[in-house]
């Protein structure tokens, strides 16, 4: 069970970065993607919602994130635009692996992804 990210960097504020988590190694569904910044507590940016129907995002990224998945490639994205410098944090991806009879939260490593002003 691995659940590996890329994509994050640094950039300027306004820039865009595409992060990326890839999973292998079992029955998997994406749950969503968070963050923790310096100092507080991690939070969620955007995940799916039961069933995989529907989004939420968190109000301070809504209309400048994406969350995505491509299901051939077994691969959730997370497209930020308009990037702003309190977007800084590393940012985790999340999924849920079934084994007969469980379900098991998996996180990935975390990328860390900085916005300088």
């Known amino acids: 069970v691995q659940l590996v990210e890329s994509g994050g960097g640094l950039v300027q504020a306004g820039g865009s970065l595409r992060?990326?988590?890839?999973?292998?190694?079992?029955?998997?569904?994406?749950k969503g993607w968070y963050r923790q910044a310096l100092g507080k507590?991690?939070?969620?940016v955007a995940a799916f919602t039961s069933g995989g129907?529907?989004?939420?995002?968190?109000?301070?990224?809504?209309?400048?994130?994406?969350?995505?998945?491509?299901?051939?490639?077994?691969?959730?994205h997370l497209q930020m635009n308009s990037l702003?410098?309190?977007?800084?944090?590393?940012?985790?991806?999340?999924?849920?692996?079934?084994?007969v009879g469980t379900a098991s939260d998996y996180w990935g490593q975390g990328?860390?992804?900085?916005v300088s002003s």
């Open 41 to 44: 507590q991690r939070e969620l």
């Open 84 to 99: 702003k410098p309190e977007d800084t944090a590393v940012y985790y991806c999340k999924a849920v692996f079934y084994r």
């Open 53 to 76: 129907g529907s989004t939420n995002y968190a109000d301070s990224v809504k209309g400048r994130f994406t969350i995505s998945t491509d299901t051939r490639q077994n691969t959730m």
């Open 19 to 30: 992060l990326s988590c890839a999973a292998s190694g079992g029955t998997f569904s994406f």
């Open 111 to 114: 990328t860390q992804v900085t």
